[in-house]
Structure formats: structure tokens, C-alpha cells
């Protein structure tokens, strides 16, 4: 069977830090780039972060670069997402997925990971 599971998610206040993390588990994970993506209250799914296969290319959507970092270890079959800086904004349910190729269709999807920043 296969899963991707998320964790890390909780409730932070503007400025605050968050590690995101997504274990797979069913299918090669190494062979799949994976990603990031949200969705935030009574709004369509927002594409945040994506990583190589073998983690040598990274790609954020404009509004994370330089607060947010995608990164993974295929001996752990995990993908991370370090959140800093955060802001209202960024409350949303994030959930991770993972494709062979970056132009292919999601294969997998995680049951996602809820964040909420508020003070």
C-alpha cells in the first residue's frame, strides 16, 4: 500500500519557524521527484516547493523563495519543508506529492498537514 504520511504541522505565530516532514512508504521513493502543496481556507491548491529525484534541483513558487526550504534523504524515504518567517497567509493544509518526472501528473498524494499562523 502506498502512503505518504505528513507531520510537523501545528500552530505558530507570524515570525515562527515549522519543519515539515513526509515519510513515503509503498513505492520507490527515490525515483520520484517530489512536492509541496497547499491549500489554505476556501481556496484552490497552491503549488509551494518541489525537489529532484536526487534533490540536486530545487524550485519554490515566488512567494516562499528565500523563507522556505525543500529538501529530502532518500535513505529515510523523506521529503522536508523548513517554513521561516511565516505569516497569516501561510495557514493552509500542506500536503506532500510525488510524481516520476516534474512535468508528469501527481502519482501519490499525503493526507496533508495542517498549519495555522496566529497570534
Known amino acids: 500500500e502506498v502512503q505518504l504520511v505528513e507531520s510537523g504541522g501545528g500552530l505558530v505565530q507570524p515570525g515562527g519557524s515549522l519543519r515539515l516532514s513526509c515519510t513515503a512508504s509503498?513505492?520507490?521513493?527515490?525515483?520520484?521527484?517530489m512536492s509541496w502543496v497547499r491549500q489554505a481556507p476556501g481556496k484552490g491548491l497552491e503549488w509551494v516547493s518541489a525537489?529532484?529525484?536526487?534533490?540536486?534541483?530545487?524550485h519554490y513558487a515566488e512567494s516562499m523563495k528565500g523563507r522556505f526550504t525543500i529538501s529530502r534523504d532518500n535513505a529515510k524515504n523523506t521529503v522536508y519543508l523548513e517554513m521561516n518567517s511565516l505569516k497569516p497567509e501561510d495557514t493552509a493544509v500542506y500536503y506532500c506529492?510525488?510524481?516520476?518526472?516534474?512535468?508528469?501528473?501527481?502519482?501519490?498524494w499525503g493526507q496533508g498537514t495542517q498549519v495555522t499562523v496566529s497570534s
Open positions: 509503498g513505492f520507490t521513493f527515490r525515483d520520484y521527484a
Open positions: 506529492a510525488g510524481r516520476p518526472g516534474e512535468s508528469s501528473p501527481y502519482d501519490y
Open positions: 525537489i529532484t529525484w536526487n534533490g540536486d534541483s530545487t
